[in-house]
C-alpha cells in the first residue's frame, strides 16, 4: 500500500515537472537566432578570389571564380560565332577575326567576363564597359549592325549554356546564369 502510495505520488509530480516543464518551453518566446546562413553568391560558388594558375597565360595566376566564368564566356563566343542565328549581329567582330585582327574579340572576352562576374557577385572585379542598353543600340555602340530581337536572345541564352555545358558547369548554375541573362532581356532587346 505504501508503496502503492509512494508510485502515485512519484507518477503523480513527474506529471507535473513535465506539464510545468512544457508550459514554461511553450510560454518561453523563441530566441531570434541567427537563422540559416545566406547562400554564398554565385562567384563564390565558383572558386571567389582564390588564386589559380591561369592556364591561358603560362606563369600568371587567376581567380578561380573569374576563370570559370572566362571558359564559359569564351566556349559561348565560339558558340555564338558559329550560329548563323546570331552571326549577323557579330558580323563587324566576326570580320575583324576573319583578317586575322583579334584585338576586339579579347576585349569582348574581357568585357562579357567582367559582366558576369560582376553579375554573379564578385566585388573584386569592375565592369567598365557601355551599360546594357547603349551596348546593344547601333546608335549608341557602331558594332552592333542591328536591334536585338527576342528571338535572338532567345538564342543566346541558348548558346551560352551549351558554352557552360561544355565547361562542365552543374545545371543548377548554369539555371542561375540563364535567370540573370533572362533578367537583362528588357535592357537587351530593343526590336
Ligand atoms: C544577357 C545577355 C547579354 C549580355 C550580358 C551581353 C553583354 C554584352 C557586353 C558586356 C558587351 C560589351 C559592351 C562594351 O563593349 O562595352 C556586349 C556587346 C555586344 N553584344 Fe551583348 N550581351 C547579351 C546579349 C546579346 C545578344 C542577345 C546579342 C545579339 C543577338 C548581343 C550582341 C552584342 C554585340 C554584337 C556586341 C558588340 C560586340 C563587339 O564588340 O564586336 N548581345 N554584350
Do not use: W
Amino acid at each position: 500500500m505504501k508503496t502503492s502510495i509512494g508510485t502515485l505520488l512519484l507518477t503523480a509530480l513527474t506529471s507535473v515537472i513535465i506539464i510545468t516543464g512544457c508550459k514554461k518551453d511553450d510560454d518561453t518566446p523563441t530566441p531570434p537566432g541567427p537563422g540559416p546562413a545566406p547562400t554564398p553568391s554565385l562567384y563564390l560558388r565558383l572558386g571567389g578570389d582564390t588564386l589559380v594558375a591561369d592556364p591561358a597565360a603560362p606563369g600568371m595566376e587567376v581567380k578561380k571564380g573569374y576563370l570559370a566564368i572566362r571558359s564559359v564566356v569564351d566556349s559561348s563566343i565560339f558558340v555564338i560565332a558559329a550560329d548563323p542565328e546570331l552571326q549577323p549581329y557579330f558580323a563587324v567582330l566576326l570580320g575583324e577575326v576573319g583578317a586575322g585582327q583579334l584585338t576586339n574579340l579579347a576585349v569582348l572576352s574581357k568585357s562579357l567576363s567582367d559582366f558576369f562576374a560582376v553579375g554573379a557577385g564578385a566585388t573584386s572585379i569592375q565592369y567598365a564597359g557601355l551599360n546594357m542598353v547603349d551596348a546593344h543600340n547601333p546608335a549608341t555602340n557602331p558594332r552592333m549592325t542591328g536591334l536585338v530581337t527576342n528571338e535572338a536572345h532567345d538564342r543566346f541564352i541558348a548558346d551560352v549554356v551549351i558554352g557552360a555545358q561544355q565547361n562542365n558547369v552543374p545545371m543548377s548554375i548554369i539555371q542561375e546564369f540563364g535567370a540573370l541573362m533572362e533578367s537583362l532581356r528588357s535592357q537587351i532587346v530593343q526590336g
